[in-house]
């Protein structure tokens, strides 16, 4: 998991006990808290992309990630990994294409001194919508492994 800035590590840790599945929450030193939930936990340097760096090295085909980052989640895509937002959206391959362009051009309307408004506030519907959201993931996944043992 992307847990730099990520605002459901709670949910996470929550979630992965209940499929009896490893969270390995990865952050940069800068993002380091003292009250670290889940068990496994990786920090790297605080460069701008050694989070995104470490995850793309070590994660495989099949695993699930967690991040906000959409360059991220279309190389995690990329390697067959399953990725979802905080906002307990799935980024699928057919839709992030269209993401990328969509960043690529707020962030040149950015360099031209043009900002819009950011991100809406985190919300405890956002929050729901996540768990629901990555629950599902798993179950679902949990029944496609069953079905191929």
């Known amino acids: ?4 800035s990520c605002p459901v590590i709670k ?5 992965a006990s209940k499929f009896s599945i490893e969270a390995v929450f990865v952050a940069s030193y800068a993002h380091m808290k003292n009250d670290l939930q889940g068990q496994n936990w990786v920090f790297v340097d605080s460069y ?4 995104d760096l470490y995850l793309m090295n070590h994660v495989k085909k099949g695993d699930f990630a967690v991040t906000q980052d959409i360059g991220l989640a279309s190389t995690l895509i990329a390697k067959g990994v399953y990725t979802i937002s905080p906002r307990g959206s799935l980024y699928e391959e057919k839709g992030i294409q269209t993401a990328l ?16 408004k950011g991100p809406k506030p985190f919300t405890e519907k956002d929050r729901e919508k996540f ?3 990555l629950n599902m993931l798993l179950s679902n996944f949990k029944i496609c492994s069953r079905n191929h043992n």
């Not at 998991?1 to 730099?4: E, F, I, Q, V």
């Not at 701008?48 to 989070?51: G, S």
Request: glycine share 6%.
């Open 1 to 4: 998991m992307d847990a730099d």
């Open 11 to 15: 949910e996470i840790v929550e979630i």
């Open 48 to 51: 701008k992309e050694a989070v």
């Open 101 to 116: 362009e969509l960043r690529h051009i707020s962030a040149k309307a950015r360099r031209q001194g043009f900002y819009g």
């Open 131 to 133: 768990m629901k959201e």
